[in-house]
């Protein structure tokens, strides 16, 4: 496991992905904020589900842990996980497999997580806010991105980047 930790707009994101295209370029890179999807509805997200596991559950959805099999599952923000699938992901990361929402069926798994936050994790931890367990099998590697205004050369690097894979946004 990788983690990365650094202000926003640091540079987190990009770290990941070239890591992975650097490491695992064949296998699925499957990018994942946590910020950026209900709690009530993230537990869906990173594990999936089957038909009729819920109401509104009409058809099955793999979930974003099966899609990274053999490939690299980012985890950006994991800071806002709940505790509750703060634990659910430290089985899958010990146990290698899981039930989907509503499945009998063990789903075995294999992947890199790579995670990332702006947010002390340590900190947290210490106020129970994070699961000591789970920070602890997360930064195996740790990794600080310091701001962009203390690396200024690299900002030509971001702009070349982002103009070739994102040009209509320019």
């Given at each position: 496991?990788i983690?990365?930790?650094?202000?926003?707009?640091?540079?987190?994101?990009?770290?990941?992905?070239?890591?992975?295209?650097?490491?695992?370029?064949?296998q699925?890179?499957?990018?994942?904020n946590?910020?950026?999807?209900?709690?009530?509805?993230?537990?869906?997200?990173?594990?999936?589900?089957?038909?009729?596991?819920?109401?509104?559950?009409?058809?099955?959805?793999?979930?974003?842990?099966?899609?990274?099999?053999?490939?690299?599952?980012?985890?950006?923000e994991?800071?806002?996980?709940?505790?509750?699938?703060?634990?659910?992901?430290?089985?899958v990361?010990?146990?290698?497999?899981?039930?989907?929402?509503?499945s009998?069926?063990?789903?075995?798994?294999q992947?890199?997580?790579?995670?990332?936050t702006?947010?002390?994790?340590?900190?947290?931890?210490?106020?129970?806010?994070?699961?000591?367990?789970?920070?602890?099998r997360i930064?195996?590697?740790?990794?600080?991105?310091?701001?962009?205004?203390?690396?200024?050369?690299?900002?030509?690097?971001?702009?070349?980047?982002?103009?070739k894979?994102y040009?209509?946004?320019?």
């Amino acid at each position: 496991s990788i983690h990365l930790s650094g202000p926003t707009g640091s540079g987190k994101s990009l770290l990941a992905e070239l890591y992975h295209r650097e490491v695992f370029n064949e296998q699925p890179f499957i990018h994942l904020n946590c910020a950026e999807i209900p709690e009530s509805l993230l537990e869906s997200e990173l594990f999936g589900h089957v038909k009729g596991a819920f109401s509104g559950a009409d058809k099955e959805y793999k979930g974003k842990i099966l899609l990274a099999n053999n490939g690299t599952l980012f985890l950006d923000e994991i800071g806002c996980l709940s505790l509750t699938l703060q634990a659910k992901l430290l089985k899958v990361l010990e146990s290698k497999s899981y039930y989907p929402i509503g499945s009998n069926q063990l789903q075995k798994v294999q992947f890199t997580l790579i995670t990332a936050t702006w947010e002390d994790l340590f900190e947290k931890a210490k106020n129970n806010l994070f699961r000591l367990d789970l920070l602890q099998r997360i930064t195996h590697y740790k990794l600080r991105i310091p701001p962009l205004n203390e690396r200024p050369e690299d900002v030509e690097l971001f702009i070349a980047h982002w103009m070739k894979n994102y040009p209509r946004r320019f």
